[in-house]
């Protein structure tokens, strides 16, 4: 079966996208057509990028590069949730992405993101990377904005328009995720 990674791209004390990664996942959750886990940077406490050879030589030697690149090639698709500072990525997410190459390859990425402005500015910064990483990003995606969507911008209340556009990127996620599968079997 497709397997989906929701990748928590904060780990800033407090975070908003703790409560909106859940939320993605719960929704993932009653769907039947892929499996989703959720992938919490916090877990996986990645240093600054410290390997010798770019990444895109699969010439991995650190321990927390060897488990975040076994991790990462474990999935067939992605939905990225990312804040926006100052408007790019989490610091923390645009790290783990560039610690790997070939685990990114051919796989499908969706986004959900968050901000003042909904995150937009965040998710384009992101839709390059993932072209560089021949990553397939899907049109459909989340844009949470802290006014609205935030009570007092910090306890999270999506509406419903919301959970319908999860539901139209989940469904394109899973979609390429699985057309993209004979790509990644070569």
Do not use: C
């Not at 060897?66 to 939905?79: P, Q």
């Not at 560039?98 to 051919?106: G, K, P, S, T």
């Not at 003042?116 to 904005?145: C, F, K, N, P, Y």
């Not at 899973?174 to 079997?185: E, G, H, M």
């Amino acid at each position: 079966m497709t397997r989906i990674g929701i990748i928590l791209g904060s780990t800033r004390p407090g975070r908003n996208g703790e409560a909106v990664a859940r939320w993605a996942l719960e929704v993932a959750k009653q769907r039947s057509d892929a499996e989703f886990e959720l992938v919490d940077l916090l877990d996986h406490q990645l240093p600054h990028l410290d390997e010798a050879y770019p990444p895109a030589m699969g010439q991995y030697t650190q321990p927390h590069t060897i488990r975040w690149a076994n991790t990462i090639a474990s999935f067939d698709g992605f939905v990225m949730v990312t804040p926006e500072y100052n408007h790019s990525t989490s610091g923390a997410l645009k790290n783990a992405i560039d610690f790997l190459y070939a685990e990114w390859n051919n796989k499908a990425v969706g986004f959900v993101s968050y901000g003042s402005a909904g995150g937009t500015r965040a998710v384009e910064h992101l839709r390059l990377i993932a072209g560089e990483l021949q990553m397939a990003d899907v049109r459909a995606q989340v844009a949470l904005s802290l006014f609205t969507d935030f009570e007092n911008f910090s306890v999270f209340k999506p509406s419903q328009f919301q959970q319908d556009a999860l539901t139209a990127t989940l469904d394109q996620v899973v979609a390429w995720s699985t057309a993209l599968a004979p790509l990644r079997t070569r």
